[in-house]
């Protein structure tokens, strides 16, 4: 059986399997530029108005309250998640203190959509089978069934429960919302509380919310703006110590950080750059990054990105982006009318043997990728009583849609 014994003596240099290097030359400590790491709060730059707003809104959990619910708002890495989640930990610390238990979950909406699994999500994060006696199963329950688990988990894990929901504009079905929110008054549970903390990048989200939900749904709402070039730097500064000594050249953190910062400053861009540019760096033996590595390591962190939101998209999605990206490359505008973007989108749907869609459905494809923020989509009244058009831009440049596009064959053969 494979062992994970940490106290075995490290091998000889020269019994060591060739497989593997041993000496990382350019990373002291990687994890602390993963997305996920969760920084000491020491290291959070620029957001203490914010961090006091979201401990305002959780402060009565101290005495064993109900917290506030709580929207966040804000663009891709402006430092919604982490916020919530260090305000959270800072509130069970001193909850603990006082004797208060705080315990919190955290759901990802864009997995985790239905809502079923988020209550069954959240009651298998807080539950103890110790307490309850019983476990929350993957499937084989109504969601009826999970709720009143869940209760049941709240009432004996906890005296008040954090829901964190990430990308709650992902939530095909916001009736959860309601009952978290209604589960005190409604005496579905009796001595815990529920605070909500919703995340979305999306302002208008609540314009989405159902009427029922959206009134009954009391709360805080917040906008986390993005940061500038120079809160990127030290944010970046801040992480320094990922890196051995003396390997990030001068240049490197003010690069990574001003190119981070053009489009809208996003911390999650910034950090993604420099652990890129480490890898490259290393990967090419050096054990220096260099302004070099930086500018490879951005193209590489905007093309995993955009990989990330298109890869799943069916074909017919990918050649209606291939047709804007030609439409914004061949000419000297970015934004085109969803009529010019079918007819190009025609165009290569010949060109590579594949039927076309109609116009119409090819216009809810164009509404899906702006839902993913590969486009920006906005609408313009023609006049009265003459509808609207739809209007399409591209969010990443077009040699850098191209490059991901190009990944499938299909549209790689219309390329010399
Ligand atoms: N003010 C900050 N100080 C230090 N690190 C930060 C700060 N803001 C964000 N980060 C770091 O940037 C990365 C992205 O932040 P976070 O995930 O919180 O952004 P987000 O707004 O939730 O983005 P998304 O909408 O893409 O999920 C994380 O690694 C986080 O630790």
Known sequence: ?????AHLDPAPPEERNTLFDYTDTVFDDEDLLEIGHLPDPERIVGRDEHMQKVADALNPAIFGSAPSHL???GKTGTGKTLISRSVTEMLQTEADREGVTVQYAFIDCGEKNTEASVVKRVAQ??????????????RGLATGDYYERLWTVLDTCTD??????DEIDMLEDDEVLRKLSRASENRRINSARIGVIGISNKIDYPDQM????????SRDELVFPPYDANQLGEILENRRDAFHDGVLTEDAIPLAAALAAQEHGDARKAIDILRNAGRIAKRVGHDTVTEDHIRQAKQKTEVDRLAELIDGSPLQAKVLLYALTKLTTNNDRVEFTSREIYHAYTQTTNAID????????TRELLQEQDFLNVIDSTKESRGRGEGVTGKHRLLESPDIVLKVLLRDDRLEQLEP
Request: glycine fraction near 0%.
């Open 1 to 5: 059986m494979p062992t994970n014994d």
């Open 71 to 73: 929207f966040i708002f």
């Open 125 to 138: 994060s807080l539950n103890d089978p110790e307490r309850t006696e019983f476990t929350v199963p993957e």
């Open 160 to 165: 008040v429960a954090i829901v964190i929901l």
């Open 210 to 217: 159902s009427e029922r939900v959206k009134s009954s749904f």
């Open 354 to 361: 594949l039927d076309a869609l109609s116009e119409r459905r």
